[in-house]
């Protein structure tokens, strides 16, 4: 069966600081995988998403980044965090030849 | 055209009340449109979904009601309970036909609170 982990679960980090927060799937292959940011505690965001290695699509512009270095690997990225960043950070992932997304357990991350 | 309209924002229901939350959209080029339960600190999970070739899709205590003409669709819970308390999300999408862009639009969620 498939398994969609995110680390780490929370995070404090000062303004101005390094972000990296990873995304992993298991028991698939070539899946798509999607960031979501859903500040507020309620209305979902998407950021980014990727339909192959390398392959890395905006929706937002903003502080963030994206990567994709392998198959089942997506790292949402920042090099200086600002305040508005903080919110809870959603992987997502879905087989091409399915409409269903799975989504991850979540970060949450807090900026001070 | 790409907006999925969420209401209400916050419910609070009965325990063996009925729970509907309702969602709108404009792109009739819509295809599917699922329903996420999401808990506190949790990530969403799918709940049911339902295509526009059929009016209704029951499972279990959830249905979803969809009227492809008034460009609508709803999830109804039945004999709603205090663990049904969470947030619900309604989304839609275009067809997987729609290769590398296929995403889902989610509506802004609605807070439910089953009371005891």
């Known amino acids: 069966s498939q398994t969609i982990h995110q680390w780490p679960a929370t995070l404090v980090q000062p303004v101005g600081s390094p972000l990296s927060l990873e995304c992993t799937v298991e028991?698939?292959?070539?899946?798509?995988l999607y960031w979501y940011r859903q500040a507020a505690g309620r209305g979902l965001q998407l950021l980014f998403y990727?339909?192959?290695?390398?392959?890395i699509s905006s929706e937002v512009p903003q502080n963030l980044s994206a990567s994709r270095p392998q198959d089942r690997q997506f790292i949402l990225s920042s090099k200086k965090l600002l305040l508005s960043d903080s919110g809870f950070y959603l992987c997502?992932?879905?087989?091409?030849?399915?409409?269903?997304?799975?989504f991850g357990p979540g970060t949450r991350l807090t900026v001070l | 055209q790409q907006q999925v309209k969420q209401s209400p924002q916050s419910l609070i229901v009965q325990k063996g009340g009925i729970s509907i939350i309702n969602c709108a959209y404009e792109?009739?080029?819509?295809?599917?449109f699922p329903w996420y339960q999401q808990f506190p600190g949790k990530g969403p999970a799918l709940l049911i979904a339902?295509?526009?070739?059929?009016s209704e899709k029951k499972e279990g205590r959830f249905t979803i009601s969809f009227n492809k003409s008034a460009k609508q669709f709803s999830l109804h819970i039945m004999d709603s309970q205090p663990g049904d308390s969470a947030t619900y999300f309604c989304?839609?999408?275009?067809?997987?036909?729609?290769?590398?862009?296929?995403?889902?639009?989610f509506g802004k969620g609605t807070l439910l609170t089953v009371n005891p």
């Open positions: 339902i295509r526009p070739d059929v």
């Open positions: 792109n009739t080029a819509f295809d599917y």
């Open positions: 989304a839609a999408s275009v067809g997987l036909g729609g290769g590398s862009n296929y995403k889902l639009t």
């Open positions: 028991g698939t292959s070539n899946p798509n």
């Open positions: 997502a992932w879905r087989q091409v030849s399915s409409h269903t997304q799975y």
């Open positions: 990727s339909v192959g290695i390398g392959q």
